[in-house]
């Protein structure tokens, strides 16, 4: 298997199970201005905002390599993503 972008877009989706046709593609450039806000997760056990956390880095490194490598349009809105791993 070749790793191309496509290929690499379409695997990250399958891993978050989501299918190339629940989604809809349109160019929405980041906007300057637009907070990032985090959602506090105070129903769920210590375990489970674990594995969300591991799960939520796991995908803004994914971008991240995705970002660095061939979408350099989105790298500012990965950056800003990152800032929230912890």
Same mark, same amino acid.
């Given at each position: #298997?070749?790793? /191309?972008?496509?290929?690499? *877009? %379409? #695997?990250?989706? %399958?891993?978050?199970?989501?299918? @190339?046709? =629940? !989604?809809?593609?349109? =160019?929405?450039?980041?906007?300057?201005?637009?907070?990032?806000?985090?959602?506090?997760?105070?129903? /769920?056990?210590?375990?489970?905002?674990? +594995?969300?956390?591991?799960?939520?880095?796991?995908? *803004?490194?994914?971008?991240?390599? !995705?970002? +660095?490598?061939?979408? !350099?349009?989105? @790298?500012? *809105? *990965?950056?800003?993503?990152?800032? +929230?791993?912890?």
């Amino acid at each position: #298997m070749n790793l /191309t972008q496509q290929s690499f *877009v %379409e #695997m990250l989706l %399958e891993n978050l199970g989501f299918s @190339s046709g =629940t !989604l809809s593609t349109f =160019t929405t450039p980041y906007r300057t201005g637009i907070s990032i806000d985090s959602i506090p997760i105070s129903s /769920t056990s210590s375990l489970e905002q674990d +594995h969300l956390c591991l799960k939520y880095q796991s995908i *803004v490194g994914s971008l991240n390599w !995705l970002a +660095h490598t061939t979408r !350099l349009d989105i @790298s500012t *809105v *990965v950056f800003l993503l990152a800032q +929230h791993q912890a």
